[in-house]
């Protein structure tokens, strides 16, 4: 069974850092790009961060470029997304989903159950 | 970056109705469009890709339509199962946008 779990989420103060995991399990990691998409609870989506397969691409969200940083481990099967200068408008709940395979089928098609990160004093 | 509107915020219908949801993006997406479905919760639930191709597993009263820039997601006949609030998502460009959503509530 495809299967995403996320991890890490916390209470942190502003200005503080975290780093979220996502274990995967059920396909093959490294064929895949991933993704980080965080929702405010009762609002809408927001796309946050993607990594390529291999790791060597990464694009961002202009709110969080140059303070959050993906990664991924394909020998652990995990994805990272760790987070620094943390505000306010970062609470949320973030989402690690797959990103869908073959062309055209990109979309994200797999999604973790979300973790929590709450950033206030 | 494209911005995707997606319209109404608020539908609600009965079982059985036909229901259509709109997203328009502000500029060309070349079909780089997905749909999902969120319940209280939950995590998303991907539908339809490419804008009008169904996600295995997804049941044949939901369809997804494109003209020009503008795309819907039908719901041919409104299951109680249905109602949940529906994203739309562009992928032709980074960064990737999501329209508002749609709240599909119970008449």
């Known amino acids: 069974e495809v299967q995403l779990l996320e991890s890490g989420g916390d209470l942190v103060q502003p200005g503080g850092s975290l780093r979220l995991s996502c274990a995967a399990s059920g396909f093959t990691f490294n064929n895949y790009a991933m993704g980080w998409v965080r929702q405010v609870p009762g609002r809408g989506l927001e796309w946050v961060s993607s990594v390529s397969g291999s790791g060597t691409s990464t694009y961002y969200a202009d709110s969080v470029k140059g303070r959050f940083t993906i990664s991924r481990d394909n020998s652990k099967n995990t994805l990272y997304l760790q987070m620094s200068s943390l505000r306010a408008e970062d609470t949320a709940i973030y989402y690690c989903?797959?990103?869908?395979?073959?062309?055209?089928?990109?979309?994200?098609?797999?999604w973790g159950q979300g973790t929590m990160v709450t950033v206030s004093s | 970056d494209i911005q995707m509107t997606q319209s109404p915020s608020t539908l609600s219908a009965s079982v059985g109705d036909r229901v259509t949801i709109t997203c328009r993006a502000s500029q060309s997406i070349n079909s780089w469009l997905a749909w999902y479905q969120q319940k209280p919760g939950k995590a998303p639930k991907f539908l339809i890709y490419k804008a009008s191709s169904l996600e295995s597993g997804v049941p044949s009263r939901f369809s997804g339509s494109e003209s020009g820039t503008e795309f819907t997601l039908t719901i041919s006949s409104l299951q109680p199962d249905d109602f949940a609030t529906y994203y739309c998502?562009?992928?032709?460009?980074?960064?990737?946008?999501f329209g508002q959503g749609t709240k599909l509530e119970i008449k």
């Open positions: 989903a797959k990103r869908g395979l073959p062309v055209p089928r990109e979309g994200f098609d797999i």
């Open positions: 998502q562009q992928y032709n460009s980074y960064p990737y946008t």
